[in-house]
């Protein structure tokens, strides 16, 4: 039996201990039958078709928690794109017949190839015990069985950690479920957010869900300006721009604890603050006398140093994930491009070199690509490249389309779409929306107001 420790992601979470119980037998390595894995290098994959069958229970509330935390797993696998979840209406065998192995034949008729079945118990110290098992249903063989213990509350966390494992397990990188996005919230020209009061007086406020667009909750009250958050790839904290009267501030926000503090106090105007990847240092670009320049903060010593000198204005830097090249833009050639240089401001190179403008780019966690925000002939476009210029692929475009943000497994990008107002005003939506690497599969993630800048958080610990 080993053993795993799932500590508390905010203070709206309370202490939780999770135990993680080897259930059966994992599908031994160099089996002669051929394993069932999804092929995501691919640029098209056929979804896989798959059978999440109600988690059963003794009692009603144990059901209920069943049949929750399996709806949140099918819905998890299907968002991806790479699943396909079978109608429980075409199942030949119910999940209250299935005790240990499962009738394969029955599931082979539906053409189901991968079988998930569970069970939620509510044990003695009234935490909840949560069993799943994994089959290949053509293999006839188990390939992963697991067992949580949490509380009642966590439920749909425990969901979201069975998908990442089924994810892993069939396509042998890891998943992006247990994750959250931290967000911009604002007023819509319409008045207040669905079932909020109003915000005043900026209507924007700093918000956080999951990355499925649930438990979501405010992190500042909207009495200053907030812009620009964006997560620490190793802790669970957020870096932002903050205004408080005419005073821009870099400020550092704890999830976990709550507690927030100044990091920078600037004369000028500062742009997008990021952490670099081992999360000790934020990057931004700051104007002072008149220029905009790349800086970056030392969290340790509280230092900034200057990085970049030229008289074009240098925004949106961003580290690659080894910590030795930083992409920006700049307008240094005339127009706005994307650059990329070393770690110490030197050796800058232009990468960009295609028709339109180029911004916001953002460094792949995998570091094999870099995502960015293009403008052309009146329209916006959100593409990836590899860091040396080469493979531009246009994946999403709209009238107002920017500000890409990574999953932490490097396969998926968040962004936000504004809409066009109406004559009148109204209109004029900004929403949430995903899509993969291959351009397909673009789903929109719902939030209660509008919402824009978009941060993806790392896996959860």
């Not at 007086?201 to 956080?208: M, S």
């Not at 997560?231 to 669970?236: A, I, K, Y």
């Not at 709209?398 to 209109?427: C, H, Q």
Request: proline fraction near 5%.
């Amino acid at each position: 039996m080993s053993l795993m420790n799932f500590m508390p992601t905010s203070m709206a979470r309370r202490a939780i201990h999770t135990c993680l119980l080897l259930l059966g037998l994992m599908m031994a390595a160099g089996t002669a039958n051929a394993e069932l894995k999804i092929d995501i290098t691919r640029g098209t994959v056929e979804p896989l078709p798959i059978a999440i069958t109600k988690f059963i229970g003794d009692t009603v509330d144990e059901a209920n928690y069943g049949k929750s935390i399996s709806d949140v797993i099918a819905q998890d696998l299907e968002r991806s794109g790479l699943f396909k979840p079978a109608d429980s209406r075409a199942f030949i065998q119910s999940a209250e017949a299935m005790s240990s192995v499962p009738r394969f034949g029955d599931w082979r008729v539906i053409d189901v190839q991968a079988l998930v079945q569970g069970r939620a118990e509510i044990v003695d110290d009234g935490r909840l015990r949560i069993e799943f098992r994994l089959w290949d249903v053509f293999a006839e063989t188990q390939m992963v069985g697991l067992a949580y213990f949490t509380v009642p509350d966590n439920w749909r966390r425990v969901a979201h950690i069975i998908a990442d494992s089924i994810y892993k397990r069939l396509t042998g990188e890891d998943g992006y479920f247990d994750t959250r996005v931290v967000f911009i919230a604002q007023q819509s020209g319409t008045g207040a957010c669905r079932g909020t009061t109003p915000m005043n007086p900026f209507g924007k406020r700093l918000a956080i869900m999951d990355q499925d667009g649930e438990n979501r909750r405010y992190l500042t009250d909207g009495s200053s300006l907030v812009l620009t958050p964006r997560f620490s790839p190793t802790l669970q904290e957020i870096t932002y721009m903050s205004y408080h009267g005419n005073v821009p501030r870099v400020y550092i926000f704890n999830i976990d604890t709550g507690h927030q503090e100044v990091v920078g106090d600037f004369p000028g105007m500062t742009f997008s603050p990021r952490f670099s990847y081992d999360g000790e240092t934020i990057i931004m670009s700051m104007a002072k006398d008149g220029n905009s320049d790349i800086y970056t903060l030392d969290l340790r010593t509280r230092e900034d140093k200057q990085l970049t000198t030229h008289s074009g204005i240098d925004t949106s830097p961003s580290f690659s994930p080894d910590g030795k090249f930083i992409a920006f833009n700049s307008d240094r050639g005339g127009a706005q491009q994307l650059y990329v240089m070393s770690a110490n401001g030197k050796n800058v190179r232009r990468i960009s070199h295609g028709k339109g403008r180029y911004a916001t780019p953002v460094w792949s966690p995998r570091g094999d690509l870099i995502a960015f925000t293009k403008l052309q002939s009146g329209r916006f476009f959100i593409g990836v490249m590899r860091p040396d210029g080469s493979g531009e692929r246009l994946l999403a475009e709209d009238f107002k389309i920017e500000a890409p943000t990574w999953a932490p497994n490097g396969r998926v990008l968040m962004y936000f779409r504004k809409d066009r107002t109406n004559d009148d005003g109204s209109g004029g939506r900004s929403r949430l929306f995903t899509i993969d690497l291959t351009g397909d599969n673009e789903r929109e993630v719902t939030t209660l107001c509008d919402a824009s800048d978009p941060a993806w958080s790392p896996l959860n610990p």
